[in-house]
């Protein structure tokens, strides 16, 4: 659906009853898991999908933001100080960490969500068309392509026998992101090890796991932190230092010098959260917007880097790129 049919399309809805401060100007608690600064792309697209609905920060809304700096653990007490200060929205960035502290903190005020993961599964809507309650917003179900990275770099590697899945152990998605990959790995006759990333500090002792390991690839997780820039680029730099080929979801991973990602670009998503935002503040309920789900997927690889690291991508798997950087 293009943007513009998808906003039309959103139409009118009953007024939902908004919680502000003492100011006539309404109040967005922005709720993220990383920092402003890692923040900004999101943000941007956010503040688009706000505009165009109708709402520009410091004219005729304002935003409290708070930030977890990584830390999912401080994401219940971020979003209870919103709560107690009566936001009209809460805006959560956090994927479903975020999403779930919101739900269990507030059963009134409107949550607009961005997950990578299945809303329905872990309980935050009761379906994507219908999410009934007061939380919806936007998913770009990136589990889902899990174990299509897996195959990619199976194509790349015919001879590798074990590769490795990088996961943040603080996500309640890892656990079923490890499952589906468990289960694709078999099916590909592959030993499939699982290291865990809750922090860029982690990074050296994770690579000195997978040198002992003798892994032949790394399998980025989807997960907020693995999208921060200082943790890609020091990914990044590690993956070439141990010559150790990677692919990650984020495209953002590969204009960093990763070597392929495969998944969705989350502008969208975020422009989409930034929409149903201001939508709420006119007076649309959650309940009767639905979840929205990105579906454009794309390849993207690095050929500077797979020289670097001495590899040549199959003809068939180069032709499926949506992107190629020389």
Known sequence: MRRREFIVGLGSAPAWPLRTRAQQMPVIGLLGSETLEQSTGRLRAFRQGLG???????????????????????????????????????????????????????STIPIVFFTGAD??????????SRPGGNLTGASSLLDEIGPKKLELMKELLPAATSMALVLNPTNPVADTQSRDMQAAARTMGLKLHVL???????????????????????????????????????????????????????????????????????????????????????GAKPADLPVQQSTKVGLVIN????????????????????????
Not at 119 to 128: C, E, K, T
Not at 257 to 263: D, K, M, R, T
Not at 311 to 316: A, D, I, K, Q
């Open 119 to 128: 809303p329905v599964g872990f309980g935050l809507v009761a379906s994507m």
């Open 52 to 106: 165009e609905a109708g709402f520009v920060e410091g004219r005729n809304v304002s935003i409290e933001y708070r930030w977890a700096e990584g830390r999912n653990d401080r994401l219940p007490e971020l979003v209870a100080d919103l709560v107690r200060r009566e936001v009209a929205v809460i805006a959560s960035i956090a994927g479903i960490p975020g999403a779930r502290a919101a739900k269990a903190a507030t």
């Open 196 to 282: 865990h990333s809750s922090a860029e500090r982690d990074l050296d002792a994770l690579f000195a796991s997978a040198g002992q390991l003798g892994v032949a690839a790394l399998v980025v997780g989807s997960e907020q932190l693995f999208s921060y820039p200082s943790w890609q680029q020091r990914f990044v730099m590690l993956a070439a230092k141990h010559a150790i080929p990677a692919v990650s979801s984020n495209p953002d991973f590969v204009a960093a010098g990763g070597l392929v990602s495969y998944g969705n670009n989350s502008s969208e998503a975020h422009y989409t959260c930034g929409v149903y935002t201001g939508r709420i503040l006119k």
């Open 303 to 326: 050929l500077k880097t797979a020289r670097e690291l001495g590899l040549t991508f199959p003809l068939p798997l180069l032709g499926r790129a949506d992107e190629v950087i020389e």
